[in-house]
């Protein structure tokens, strides 16, 4: 971001203002992170500042501060549709392209706001006033961190804000373990424990809550487990009877194709997730190395993200999506193989 632009969201925000901060649908714990970290700035700078959730999110992550706070636009279309048409400044924050906000979309496109994106996607697109958009961050809330401070204002970080920022990092880097954790990270991680995040904590509400069905639904995507040696790939399904068993809870898949990619020579792993009442496979990729799960994705499954991470989504039946994934892994053989 430009020190032009800079300048002139300073200036934008140097009087109270009306804001909506909206995370991409199904946000998750760098979107929910971000987003409220964001939200506590802003208020202690006495901005009229409100997340508004295309959809819900993860209990796992409903003890961030604030969270009691957010506007779901699925079960309150009325009240957030009201606060974007009110709205001076929009921040987008963890997507870069509308549609990533689902039934949002067309409401923010057509909001007079002026619009700012914070967003670490590959590829975005050009509908925001204000962008900053870098692909080598580890995390959309590192980027939160940096945007404070591209302010000169990081003293208004309290525990507060460093606690939701600090679980952006946490979750988005796979606990400081993907290529994309830099030492500039652990600094920033480092500075928001200093600021009040207490690290053992969060990771403890986030990965130490598991529900006995969550369990027994991983051992039955561990059953389902796949690989394909000759291509270095493996894949696991979750079918809706399965899911239904286990009592599916959103998020209750979190980090299962990691298990994929964990296996000895591995290089690239999927998930597929039936989804009936949206008629879809939802589809989450991982690689390691070179290896694009994100160019993958979006010209086989219409999706993206990042280079060793993105989603994808099948509108063919759950057999058929994996018959299509496995057809289409030929083609990829020398990427895989190298």
């Known amino acids: 971001m430009t020190e032009h632009n800079i300048k002139a969201i300073k200036a934008l925000l140097s009087a109270p203002k009306h804001i909506v901060i909206v995370p991409h649908k199904n946000p998750d714990g760098d979107a929910m992170g971000s987003t409220l970290g964001l939200y506590h700035?802003?208020?202690?700078?006495?901005?009229?500042?409100?997340?508004?959730?295309?959809?819900?999110?993860p209990e796992f992550l409903k003890w961030l501060p604030g969270h009691e706070h957010v506007v779901i636009h699925e079960?309150?279309?009325?009240?957030?549709?009201?606060?974007?048409?009110?709205?001076?400044?929009?921040?987008?924050?963890?997507?870069?392209?509308?549609?990533?906000s689902g039934a949002m979309e067309m409401p923010l496109e057509n909001a007079m706001a002026t619009k700012i994106m914070i967003d670490h996607h590959q590829q975005p697109d050009g509908y925001a006033h204000y962008m900053y958009s870098d692909v080598t961050m580890s995390s959309t809330c590192e980027m939160v961190y940096?945007?404070?401070?591209?302010?000169?204002?990081?003293?208004?970080?309290?525990?507060?804000?460093?606690t939701c920022l600090y679980t952006g990092i946490l979750t988005d880097t796979g606990s400081f373990?993907?290529?994309?954790?830099?030492?500039?990270?652990?600094?920033?991680?480092?500075?928001?424990?200093?600021?009040?995040?207490?690290?053992?904590?969060?990771?403890?509400?986030?990965?130490d809550t598991n529900s006995f069905e969550r369990l027994q639904l991983l051992g039955v995507a561990l059953k389902n487990l796949k690989i394909l040696p000759e291509y270095r790939t493996a894949y696991i399904?979750?079918?809706?009877?399965?899911?239904?068993?286990?009592?599916?809870?959103?998020?209750?898949?979190?980090?299962?194709?990691?298990?994929g990619l964990s296996i000895k020579n591995i290089i690239f792993a999927a998930i597929f997730i039936e989804h009936k009442q949206e008629g879809i496979i939802k589809i989450s990729f991982r690689s390691k190395g070179d290896f694009s799960a994100n160019e993958f994705s979006r010209d086989n499954f219409g999706g993206g993200g990042h280079t060793n991470a993105a989603g994808g989504k099948s509108d063919l039946g759950l057999n058929e999506t994996v018959e299509k994934f496995i057809s289409i892994l030929p083609s990829y053989k020398h990427n895989l193989t190298l």
């Open 75 to 100: 079960s309150d279309r009325e009240k957030a549709e009201q606060l974007i048409i009110q709205a001076d400044v929009i921040f987008t924050l963890d997507f870069n392209a509308l549609h990533r």
């Open 177 to 207: 373990r993907f290529p994309s954790t830099t030492s500039t990270t652990h600094l920033i991680a480092a500075n928001l424990i200093d600021k009040g995040a207490d690290h053992s904590e969060i990771y403890n509400a986030i990965y």
């Open 146 to 162: 940096n945007f404070i401070n591209m302010l000169h204002d990081t003293a208004h970080i309290d525990s507060t804000v460093a």
């Open 41 to 57: 700035y802003l208020a202690k700078h006495n901005h009229n500042a409100t997340v508004i959730a295309p959809n819900d999110y």
């Open 237 to 259: 399904t979750l079918s809706q009877e399965e899911l239904n068993a286990a009592n599916f809870r959103k998020g209750d898949t979190e980090g299962f194709v990691n298990y």
